[in-house]
């Protein structure tokens, strides 16, 4: 009944950078925080950055002054700008949002975290 589909994932060198979009679809009822995570290989999601409805950001201190998080509440899409990307930051990342929505059955259900699929970022030389 949701759908969180994330794009802009890619190649980039090192010091340069990439900017990823999410966008949420279906039956919202109620879009609340918003947020990137990211998985290395070999290790738990971590939370990137999140930005609540109103606007305020949070940030993990690893990406502090190099990543941007904003969004877009007519659009239902969050983004995050990554500058001057460094080799660990390569990772798979996920949008993750706590929202409401109806399901099949006009029912509304509540999810403190609803996923996307991930996409790729490769900061490689």
């Known amino acids: 009944q949701v759908e969180l589909v994330e794009s802009g994932g890619g190649l980039v060198q090192p010091g340069g950078s990439l900017s990823l979009s999410c966008a949420a679809s279906?039956?919202?009822?109620?879009?609340?925080?918003m947020g990137w995570y990211r998985q290395l290989p070999g290790k738990e999601r971590e939370l990137v950055a999140s930005?609540?409805?109103?606007?305020?950001?949070n940030y993990a201190d690893s990406v502090k002054g190099r990543f941007t998080i904003s969004r877009d509440n007519a659009k239902n899409t969050v983004y995050l700008r990554m500058n001057t990307l460094e080799p660990g930051d390569t990772a798979v990342y996920y949008c993750?949002?706590?929202?409401?929505?109806?399901?099949?059955?006009?029912?509304?259900?509540?999810?403190?975290?609803?996923w996307g699929k991930g996409t790729l970022v490769t900061v490689s030389a």
């Open positions: 930005i609540t409805k109103d606007g305020s950001p």
């Open positions: 993750d949002a706590e929202l409401c929505y109806n399901n099949k059955y006009d029912t509304p259900i509540c999810q403190r975290d609803y």
């Open positions: 279906g039956r919202i009822l109620n879009l609340s925080t």
